[in-house]
């Protein structure tokens, strides 16, 4: 099967700008969480989607937000971005259950804002 | 509330040799632990899991780890390291009586010297 897939790998954006981040998770797999990697913070939960709902949210502002399509491909946009937005933006998948374990990981998009 | 803790930021270990990372963590219902490794510029890999059964499970890579209920650890082994081992390694806890969202640990360095 072929990984998760993220889109783009790279992003430069200018403070107060909007961006969009795609995902797509292995196919069969119906969850797909986000989290935001920084150098100071590690790996912090966004948020998660099953089967189009969203399942959990992390403790991030309202400008952090992510919807997921039909096809379990999701997309997480944040807007009015500012400098501390840089980040590894990370998607991964789990399987077609609420219980599966292990999550897959795509590479990530890193975003720099400026 | 869960949390990972990872008491070393940086692990140096000369090839051949036995390599520990330490993970220790809390949460309030069952927990299911996991290791995740993650290479420059790449998402993170997934390693082993501990779900139930065993204390100690094998993963990839030649990578072990031993579940510790008293002790609260998941400590993360390899017999012996080799120079591509150089990483960061992540634990994770996924708390199957809260909100099933899963938290990481900080990370941890490896470094293996030739």
């Known amino acids: 099967k072929a990984g998760v897939t993220q889109t783009p790998r790279y992003l430069i954006k200018t403070r107060g700008q909007q961006v969009t981040l795609s995902c797509s998770p292995i196919s069969g797999h119906r969850s797909v969480s986000w989290y935001q990697q920084t150098p100071g913070q590690g790996l912090q939960f966004l948020f998660e989607y099953f089967s189009e709902t969203q399942r959990n949210k992390g403790n991030f502002p309202g400008r952090f937000s992510g919807r997921q399509f039909s096809n379990s491909r999701s997309e997480m946009n944040v807007s009015t971005l500012e400098l501390g937005d840089s980040a590894l933006y990370l998607c991964?998948?789990?399987?077609?259950?609420?219980?599966?374990?292990?999550?897959?990981f795509g590479p990530g998009t890193r975003l720099t804002v400026t | 509330a869960q949390s990972v803790a990872q008491p070393e930021d940086q692990v140096n270990v000369a090839e051949g040799n036995p390599l520990t990372v330490k993970c220790t963590y809390s949460v309030s219902g069952n927990p299911y632990l996991f290791w995740y490794v993650q290479y420059p510029n790449r998402g993170l890999q997934f390693l082993l899991k501990?779900?139930?059964?065993?204390?100690l499970v094998k993963g990839s890579y030649g990578f072990e780890a031993e579940f510790n209920k008293s002790q609260t650890s998941f400590h993360l082994k390899k017999p012996s390291a080799l120079v591509s081992d150089s990483a960061l390694y992540f634990c994770a806890v996924r708390d199957m009586g809260g909100g099933q969202n899963f938290v990481f640990g900080p990370g941890t360095r490896l470094s293996v010297l030739p």
């Open positions: 501990y779900i139930t059964g065993d204390n």
């Open positions: 991964a998948s789990r399987g077609d259950t609420l219980s599966s374990y292990e999550q897959y």
